[in-house]
């Protein structure tokens, strides 16, 4: 027996030591939280003793979703970088308040009569992080590098291309680089030619992809630049001065900013989480200032006072093939579009705050140039929630079509969410007499694919916004359009876009009510489309957070103006 | 011996090569391309881009290339985080990942094999009973609901320890948790058996019967016997665990190789797929070729190399 004894000694303690390790462990977090948190107030209260709301130290805690994949400007495609790249670096313009663009790089402009020549006065007190000034020649330098196909930028072609004169004579390798319609008058006046006369250029100004890159110093860095914290340059708000791939990235305060009199934040920490529950677990604890929210954890936090609904110019709808036969037939999309109940959908499903889309230009995005209304407004609902209707319509069409039941293919994505929201969808669908619905959930790229190759009935596709201006929704269903991809093809809706963006660039309110009547073609006459949500995203900000903008394009947030009050 | 080894080397290559080929020919069948604004471009746009990354080339071609570039030991430059190297990426990531699968290792086979030697010893016993429940919830339970359990009530309600994040070694404590309850579950549910057969063979009961006393012959007999199994199990366990775990590490943000992984399959980042599914067959050739060596060790009655 006393043998027996001495083995459960030894796992006595065993178990102890590790319970032991445990409690250690726990009072070393508690000490370098605290070594951490008295090192950042000292350093704050040397720097900014004197603000005037700003109170308290500088530091802003947040999470990003997944890692910064390149802070190379001319490569950068996705929303990380875009953000990132956007904190660290101005462009001619950058975005302010309410989505206005308000000056960077440049000071002004003027266009010329025609619409196709900008020419932009830089200011001459900006400087890279390395003391260089930065001159029209970056811009130049940064817009050849986004077309040269050595390159291998995609955002380069996409957003210059048709735009910038040359841009895409340079991407088929038609012209050398050089033809680009960018060039420098001295060191501080940018010439810019267009293709055509384009009204939102200067809103794509303020975009990641035209941001201006240091010549000597990119070419100096090579193959390596931008890879690391030390190998890239900035001129912006922040400097990005640590970056632990993986794991998360500091940005500090740029001293040297042309406009550092207006930045309070003395720093901003970025962990990468990927687990909503997680980053609301890190929100509780106090380690993190803001969260986004998942359905699940909405209804939890719905009545704090941290929790806010932040709209998103991102639209999700129903894309529907018109070669299939009976998708060909008008009525049958139109009762697509009226049978679906979209409010239940965004309240039960999705729950984080995202409205029923009732057209294809997002509300609260574009204003008309001269009553200063909405889009969406004045377009109104073009299309709403019918049952019976629906059911008229989609007897018709059956008649036409000779018809009793029909078969259709639906193409969905394989998130959880999307999965359920199919579902959803399948059901009120399936509403329709005679009506069954296949659903597919593929992962993205499949259907990227299959979009592309038209294999498919009825999809679940979304589009996001790549410059202020209907167009960017709009233009998308032109006759063979890229991303048109439905078959539809109708020349007085070409003629619509065709209009707006050539006789009438010049003329913001004819061509606003252009885009108007173009939207009501789209979705209300031909049905192309039937539209589900405009997206937004529940969040929780601490209230200690003040002054962050949220941006409906390139970078999500604006920290230029952000402070801490009273932590 | 030193035959033997040789002759297993040349065999790993082998394999290796056969893994390397069937991965680069599997690859090619996911759906687009690695391209990120596939969804924008024209189909000239994408031709630009693609030829940059010599992906417009045959896929023979392709796989040549890849093979030459392999054999020098160039595993590339990755198309998601563009321009930089495969190989600084996989070195970057795979660090907290082996750390958190080596310390769950170690924590799970130690206190796996006492409470498997413990069910044996007190063999249906209130002891034994409490260990195999405990082994069949460890193995049974998701890690993931562990780690949420583990999160929400250490980190969040008490506040002891780091909620998650990756900031030093207290970060690794929940995680390592987290992770070694399988081991524990899986080493003590073999532990238990291999004890209790070994413990009531004829040389045990004979040490027995000498006078040799318990304890004695658990530890100096038994435990060497009943080894054998548990390594062979625990041997591939621990490289899948040190090879990074996607749950494990997303819930407590731990920057590791587990969620590169499969984000790298979901983004067609084809030379990435291609590194750390070669790492991690190496990893599994290796340790299986260390087991069988230790077998020998363990148990002198199992020869490895014939006519010796």
Request: without cysteine; aromatic residues 12%.
């Given at each position: 027996m006393k043998k027996t004894n001495w083995l459960l000694l030894v796992l006595a303690l065993v178990l102890s030591m590790f319970l032991a390790a445990c409690s250690g462990g726990s009072d070393d977090t508690s000490n370098s939280t605290d070594d951490a948190d008295s090192e950042e107030t000292t350093e704050t209260e040397d720097t900014s003793g004197e603000e005037g709301e700003a109170s308290g130290e500088q530091v802003l805690n947040i999470t990003d979703s997944a890692e910064i994949p390149t802070m190379d400007a001319s490569l950068a495609t996705d929303a990380v970088a875009f953000q990132w790249l956007g904190s660290t670096t101005d462009g001619l313009y950058r975005l302010g308040e309410n989505a206005q663009p308000e000056p960077g790089i440049a000071k002004d402009h003027e266009v010329s009569e025609d619409g196709l020549t900008w020419t932009f006065n830089l200011r001459e007190d900006a400087v890279w992080s390395n003391g260089d000034p930065v001159t029209a020649n970056d811009f130049v330098y940064a817009w050849q590098r986004a077309v040269n196909p050595d390159t291998g930028s995609e955002y380069g072609p996409y957003m210059m291309g048709g735009v910038i004169k040359n841009a895409q004579a340079v991407v088929d390798g038609e012209v050398p680089v050089e033809e680009l319609g960018v060039k420098a008058d001295g060191d501080y006046t940018l010439v810019v030619e267009l293709e055509k006369p384009v009204p939102y250029f200067e809103s794509l100004t303020t975009f990641g992809t035209f941001l201006p890159l240091n010549q000597a110093f990119v070419e100096e860095q090579g193959d390596q630049y931008a890879l690391e914290a030390d190998t890239l340059l900035s001129n912006g708000p922040f400097v990005l001065t640590e970056w632990n791939h993986g794991e998360g990235w500091t940005l500090e305060k740029n001293q040297d900013y042309w406009d550092a009199e207006n930045v309070k934040l003395e720093q901003i920490n970025v962990n990468v989480v990927k687990e909503t529950s997680t980053a609301v677990n890190l929100y509780d604890t106090g380690e993190i200032d803001r969260t986004g929210l998942s359905a699940e954890f909405v209804d939890q936090y719905r009545t704090s006072d941290d929790f806010k609904v932040e709209e998103e110019p991102v639209l999700f709808y129903l894309k529907m093939n018109q070669e299939n036969e009976v998708l060909g037939n008008v009525n049958a999309r139109k009762a697509i579009q009226m049978v679906i109940d979209r409010q239940s959908m965004v309240d039960v499903?999705?729950?984080?705050g995202s409205i029923p889309s009732v057209g294809h230009v997002p509300q609260n995005f574009t204003k008309h140039p001269e009553t200063e209304e909405d889009f969406r407004e004045l377009n109104g609902d073009l299309i709403e929630t019918n049952v019976e209707q629906a059911q008229e319509l989609w007897a018709t069409a059956k008649e036409e079509l000779g018809m009793d039941t029909v078969e259709l293919g639906y193409l969905g994505g394989d998130s959880e969410v999307a999965m359920n929201m199919d579902a959803y969808i399948k059901d009120q669908l399936e509403q329709l007499e005679g009506l069954t619905v296949n659903v597919q959930s593929v992962p993205f790229k499949e259907r990227l694919q299959r979009d592309e190759n038209m294999e498919y009935d009825i999809q679940n596709s979304g589009w996001g916004p790549d410059?202020?201006?209907?167009n960017t929704f709009l233009n998308m269903f032109v006759t063979d359009g890229g991303n048109n991809k439905t078959g539809y093809s109708s020349e007085a809706y070409d003629g619509l876009i065709e209009k707006a963006n050539t006789e009438l660039a010049q003329e913001p309110v004819e061509r606003f009510e252009t885009f108007l009547e173009a939207e009501k073609l789209l979705i209300q006459e031909d049905a192309v489309l039937a539209p589900l949500y405009q997206r937004a995203v529940a969040q929780l900000w601490k209230p200690y957070v003040k002054g962050v903008i949220t941006q409906p394009m390139g970078p999500d947030y604006t920290y230029k103006y952000a402070y801490i009050e009273g932590k | 011996m030193t035959r033997y080894i040789i002759q297993r080397l040349i065999y790993m290559v082998i394999t290796m090569f056969l893994i390397a080929t069937l991965t680069f020919f599997l690859m090619k069948f996911l759906p687009g391309t690695p391209l990120s604004a596939a969804d924008k471009l024209s189909d000239e746009q994408q031709a630009v881009v693609l030829e940059k990354y010599g992906l417009n080339d045959p896929v023979p071609v392709q796989y040549f290339n890849y093979m030459v570039n392999l054999a020098q030991g160039d595993l590339g430059i990755s198309f998601q985080f563009d321009n930089r190297e495969v190989t600084t990426i996989i070195m970057e990531r795979i660090g907290p990942s082996v750390q958190l699968g080596f310390q769950a290792m170690i924590i799970g086979t130690i206190i796996g094999m006492l409470l498997g030697l413990v069910s044996a010893i007190y063999h249906n016993g209130i002891m034994d009973y409490t260990s195999t429940f405990l082994a069949v919830l460890g193995q049974s339970i998701p890690s993931f609901v562990f780690a949420g359990l583990l999160q929400f009530y250490i980190g969040v309600k008490f506040g002891w320890l780091p909620v998650a994040l990756w900031e030093g070694w207290e970060y690794t404590i929940l995680p390592t948790i987290s992770l070694a309850i399988f081991p524990i579950a899986i080493a003590a549910r073999f532990m238990r058996t291999e004890m209790l057969e070994v413990m009531g063979s004829d040389y045990i009961v004979t040490a027995r019967a000498k006078g040799v006393n318990k304890v004695g012959v658990v530890f100096k007999h038994g435990l060497r016997n009943a080894l054998i199994p548990l390594i062979t199990v625990l041997g591939p366990l621990a490289v899948g665990l040190m090879t990074g775990t996607l749950v494990i590490e997303n819930i407590f943000a731990v920057p590791g190789i587990g969620e590169q992984f499969v984000k790298a399959i979901n983004m067609n980042d084809f030379p990435i797929i291609m590194g750390t599914t070669l790492l991690i067959a190496f990893l599994f050739i290796f340790i299986i070729l260390v087991i069988d060596l230790l077998y020998g060790v363990i148990d002198p009655r199992i020869r490895l190399a014939e006519g010796e």
């Open positions: 499903i999705l729950n984080n410059y202020i201006d209907p | -």
